[in-house]
């Protein structure tokens, strides 16, 4: 079992930074990523890494605002996001799997955080 732990979420004006964490615990995971959920909405992919070189994939919403990274310890992911908007705002849940992958589907992903809130609002 691999345990999710996501801090960070903020309530934010337009155009602000704020970056999120995640870290986990348990077995080892290969694969870290990031989803988001909005009232009313379906959960949707935000960007994920992968261990195998670092390589990245993200939302072209978010493309060019946001930056999903790597800690030092191979247990970490950040969500660096910049020029925040009204329209990111959401609970955001941090994802993990054992296998390599930059897959965009949620039902691939085994393991899911409890989720952090983020609020961008004037």
């Known amino acids: 079992q691999v345990h999710l732990v996501e801090s960070g979420g903020d309530l934010m004006q337009p155009g602000g930074s704020l970056r999120l964490s995640c870290v986990a615990s348990?077995?080892?995971?290969?694969?870290m990523g990031w989803f988001r959920q909005a009232p009313g909405k379906e959960r949707e992919f935000v960007a994920v890494?992968?261990?195998?070189?670092?390589?990245?994939s993200y939302a072209d919403s978010v493309k060019g605002r946001f930056t999903i990274s790597r800690g030092n310890a191979k247990n970490t992911v950040y969500l660096q996001m910049n020029n925040l908007k009204p329209e990111d705002t959401a609970v955001y849940y941090c994802?993990?799997?054992?296998?390599?992958?930059?897959?965009?589907?949620?039902?691939?992903?085994?393991?899911w955080g409890q989720g952090t809130q983020v609020t961008v609002s004037s």
């Open positions: 994802v993990a799997d054992e296998r390599i992958s930059r897959v965009k589907d949620a039902d691939y992903y085994h393991y």
């Open positions: 890494v992968s261990w195998l070189g670092g390589s990245t």
């Open positions: 348990g077995r080892t995971v290969n694969t």
